[in-house]
Structures are given as structure tokens and as C-alpha cells.
């Protein structure tokens, strides 16, 4: 019927579609939703086939769930309204989304609120190019709190615009100063002067650039996101830069690969001052980082010099690794693990106590490390520190001892075997230093070389002791024996043999005389 969302007679089945509808515009249309508040339970906005579909929203959302932008299809708003969307919003490459250019007030500006995912895929764009505050018209100032200047010179260029950083002088026209928050900027990109020929004519100055406002539980910006500054017009009389507009971020958990600018536009070829550059900030409040982003927040070329670089603000929170854990110690080495944290851009392995182990920087993707040349019988305490954007976080520290060096032999073992009992000798460790010492003695007996089965053993924790007895052995058996050190958690070396012999037979008893 025409082209407007609240008009009955459009939809199949007819109904203009309500909270609990599942809503399509899979045609290509430009369509527009104005006056009352729409209501969807989930919106799609083109189709895989690539539809050219285009939806305007000049009202609010009402009630709003799921929201998919399909590739060649855009969402722009046309309103200052916060569009509240309780679900995700996906745009997929190829897709748009944007706002109406503004004039002489902020009356149109891109605020999005999503209870679920934001995410703006690769080769999908948010732009804004030149949609903030006006250029001049000629002899005339830019619109905005950071308006470039006009001028009432003849053959003269107006001043750049201004936002994040101030803009540059024209050669008539001043330049416009820096406005706006660094860390939630609300405000659209300043206008640039208008030039001058004469009374009455010169060359318009360059719009600034327009404003997103993001916010959403979990965010992934992988795509463009642009709002920069448009060039004054050049010639005789040229106009100053634009200033670069607004991107304002927050999300709980936020990852990204994208390119997000806020250029300030060029002033007129020889005459025009340049816009200044705009202003990023993207707040994480749980984890992530915007360290993979790219920025460009330079300021536009003018005719004396460029107008000054806007801001880039972020806050990134790295959850601290959890499960950090150290195993399989050996006597000079201890393996750690721990799990993967969201938003780490490395990890790095150090000693709590400042002591020596500390490993290289690791991978985002690594989580595992092995310290070596560690001393042996020592308790080592090491935590993981994950990085990103120069920012830290570090785990609960984990201490594990490693393990002592094992006993060696003599040339004499056993020094004492009889029917149920033996009693061997090994080389002793020292009480001192440490890594040469242990916590004591274990010593293993077993019928099976490989002392699988039943096995007896004796323990001392006198490091000095060099000599143990196993009891309760059976006789006239042969026993495999082996002995080893132990650590203060009673954690084992390797194991020495000390070789194998036979049980004494039990002793005849009761002997008597049956013939003389």
C-alpha cells in the first residue's frame, strides 16, 4: 500500500506486526517506521539473497527482540530516541547501519541499547560519515559547540571544526575548539567556516561527522565503524574541515578486530583550516580488551597546519586466569596449567616470590607452561599473569615443591638379611643446602622386579639416616628392593635400586633324637 511500517494493509498476513510477531522485511523496500512505536518479538531486515532492503526508524521500539541486518540491507535511525533491543542485534557483511545527517542542531544520532549480543561482523559498516553538525554556508561559521570559524575576508578560507581536537585557523576563518567528554562522548562533530569570495559567496565548510552510542552485555566489533569529518569545499574562498564525530562503547564483555575512525575533514585546498579529530571510547565493564582494534582519531590537513588529533578512551577489565595449577614436578622442572581468560592478549608465568622462573610472554591461545632449572627440594610458588593493553591481572598463586634428588647406592647393601627381615644402606643425602637435602627416605621391598603386587615398606624422615629395615617379609624368598627421597609433601624422587636377594629359610625347631 505504501511504504510506512504502521500501515496494516503492508504485511502478510495483514496487521501491523505486534510483540509477539515474527517479523521479515524480505523485499526489496524502503521502508519507514514513524509516529507510533513498534513492536516485534524478532526482526529481520533483508535476506541471504541479498536484497536491497532499507528501514528507516523516525519512532522507538516498543517492544523488541532479536534484530538480524542481512548483506546489502541497513538500519537507519532517524531520531535521538535510546532504540532498546531485548535480544541480539547482528549485522551481517555487507549490511549497514547509520543515521539521518543532523543540520544546525543534534536532532539525529545512532543510541542502540541491546540486553544481548551487538555484533558488527566483517565487511559490515556503522557509518556517519559527515551526518553531524552543518558546514557553513559561505562567510558564515560551522554549526556546533566546536564551530570552525567564517570570515569577512575576501579570498579567504574558513576555520576547521572541532571536537575532540581543536581544528586549525583558516587563512580568515578561525578555528574551532575542542568539546566533549573523552571518556563518554554525547556529541556529534562540529562543523567547518565557510570561505569567502566576496560579500555573500565563498565555498561551504565540511560537515562533521555523526554519533553511535552502543551499549550491550556482550559486544564484537569486527567490521567498519566510520565518523569522520567531510573536506571543505576547495577553491577561491574555501571552507575548513569538519570535525570527526563520536563512538561511545560499553559493554560487559567486548572482543574486536575492527577499525573504528573519526578523521577530521580536510580544510580547502590552500585557504581552509582542518577539522579535528573526534572522539572513541569504548568502556568494558567485566572482560575484554580493544586492543586488536585499529583507530584513526588524526586530525584534517589545513592550510597553515592540521587540526589536532581527537581522543581514544578505553577501559578494558582482564578477568583474572582461573585454575591455575602446578603437576608433574621432577627434581628441577614443574609443569603449570590454567584455564583461558576472555579479553588476555598474553600471559606470562612468574614467581610469587620473586625468585627465578619467569617464563617469555606467552600467546592469548597458551595455557600451559613447563619452568625449568629449578632447585631440586625447594617449594616453588608461581602465579599466571594475564596482559592486555598494557593493563595486568594475575591469578591466585599455586606452590609446589620439587622433587629431591634420588639416593645412590653402595658397595654394600644389605647388612643385615634374615627369615622375615632385611636391613639395607644407601648413600645419605646432605642436611645442606637444600636442593642437595631431602625430608627423608622411602624404602620399597617386593617380590616382582617390577614391584607390581604386594609391597612393604619403611619411611624415616631423618635426611641423615642411611639405612632402613623392611619387616614382616616371608622367607626363603627373594625380594626386589628400592629406595628413594622424599619432599616435604612426601612427594617421591626417582627411585634407586639397590638390587634383589633371597630371605633366610625359617629355622628348624624342636629338634629331637630318635636313635642314639
Not at 551487538?118 to 557553513?136: C, I, K, P
Not at 581527537?310 to 595449577?325: E, K, L
Not at 634428588?405 to 636391613?423: D, E, G, I, Q
Request: hydrophobic share 35%; charged share 5%.
Amino acid at each position: 500500500t505504501n511504504s510506512l511500517w504502521n500501515t496494516a494493509t503492508n504485511w502478510s498476513p495483514s496487521g501491523v506486526p505486534g510483540r509477539n510477531d515474527s517479523v521479515t522485511i524480505g523485499i526489496t523496500a524502503n521502508v519507514s517506521a514513524v509516529g507510533t512505536a513498534i513492536n516485534f518479538s524478532s526482526l529481520t531486515v533483508g535476506s541471504p539473497a541479498g536484497l536491497v532492503t532499507a528501514l528507516t526508524l523516525s519512532t522507538t521500539v516498543a517492544s523488541g527482540g532479536d534484530v538480524l541486518i542481512y548483506g546489502q540491507s541497513g538500519l537507519t535511525l532517524a531520531t535521538t530516541y535510546t532504540i532498546r533491543i531485548g535480544g541480539d542485534l547482528v549485522l551481517v557483511k555487507g549490511s549497514s547501519l547509520s543515521h539521518r545527517n543532523n543540520a544546525t542542531l543534534q536532532n539525529f544520532a545512532a543510541i542502540l541499547d541491546v540486553t544481548g549480543l551487538f555484533e558488527l561482523r566483517s565487511g559490515a559498516t556503522m557509518t556517519a560519515v559527515g551526518r553531524g553538525f552543518n558546514g557553513g554556508a559561505a562567510n558564515l561559521a560551522g554549526a556546533g559547540p566546536g564551530d570552525g570559524g567564517g570570515t569577512s575576508l575576501n579570498n579567504t578560507g574558513g576555520g576547521g571544526g572541532g571536537h575532540g581536537g581543536a581544528g586549525s585557523a583558516g587563512t580568515g576563518g578561525a578555528a574551532g575548539a575542542a568539546n566533549d567528554s573523552a571518556t563518554s562522548p554525547v556529541l556529534l562533530g562540529s562543523g567547518g567556516g565557510g570561505g569567502r569570495i566576496g560579500a555573500g559567496t565563498g565555498r561551504v565548510g565540511g560537515s562533521g561527522g555523526g554519533l553511535f552510542r552502543v551499549t550491550a552485555q556482550t559486544m564484537k566489533i569486527l567490521g567498519l565503524i566510520e565518523v569522520n569529518g567531510l573536506d571543505g569545499i576547495s577553491g577561491t574562498g574555501s571552507g575548513g574541515g569538519g570535525a570527526g564525530g563520536g563512538v561511545n562503547l560499553t559493554a560487559a564483555v567486548f572482543s574486536g578486530t575492527g577499525t573504528i575512525t573519526a578523521r577530521g575533514g580536510a580544510g580547502g585546498e590552500s585557504l581552509g583550516g582542518g577539522g579535528g579529530g573526534g572522539r572513541i571510547a569504548i568502556d568494558i565493564t567485566a572482560s575484554g580488551s580493544a586492543c586488536d582494534l585499529t583507530y584513526d582519531v588524526t586530525g584534517g590537513t589545513g592550510t597553515a597546519a592540521s587540526g589536532a588529533d581527537g581522543t581514544v578512551s578505553s577501559t578494558a577489565t582482564i578477568v583474572a586466569p582461573a585454575a591455575f595449577t602446578g603437576l608433574n614436578a621432577t627434581t628441577g622442572t614443574i609443569h603449570w596449567t590454567w584455564s583461558l581468560t576472555n579479553g588476555a592478549g598474553s600471559y606470562q608465568i612468574f614467581s610469587s616470590t620473586g625468585g627465578l622462573g619467569q617464563s617469555p610472554v606467552l600467546s592469548a591461545q597458551t595455557s600451559f607452561y613447563t619452568t625449568t632449572d629449578l632447585p631440586a627440594n625447594t617449594t616453588h610458588a608461581f602465579l599466571v599473569r594475564a596482559l592486555s593493553c598494557g593493563q595486568n591481572t594475575d591469578s591466585a598463586s599455586f606452590a609446589l615443591s620439587t622433587l629431591p634428588k634420588p639416593p645412590a647406592t653402595l658397595a654394600s647393601t644389605f647388612l643385615a638379611v634374615n627369615a622375615s627381615s632385611m636391613t639395607l644402606a644407601w648413600a645419605a643425602l646432605a642436611a645442606n643446602p637444600q636442593e642437595d637435602s631431602s625430608e627423608g627416605y622411602r624404602l620399597d621391598a617386593s617380590t616382582a622386579p617390577n614391584f607390581t603386587g604386594t609391597v612393604a615398606s619403611s619411611v624415616t624422615p631423618n635426611v641423615l639416616l642411611s639405612t632402613l629395615t623392611v619387616s614382616s617379609l616371608l622367607p626363603n624368598t627373594t625380594y626386589y628392593f628400592r629406595t628413594a627421597a622424599l619432599n616435604w609433601a612426601g612427594a617421591l624422587s626417582s627411585f634407586t635400586a639397590l638390587g634383589s636377594t633371597s630371605t633366610l629359610t625359617d629355622a628348624v625347631s624342636a629338634a629331637q633324637f630318635f636313635g642314639v
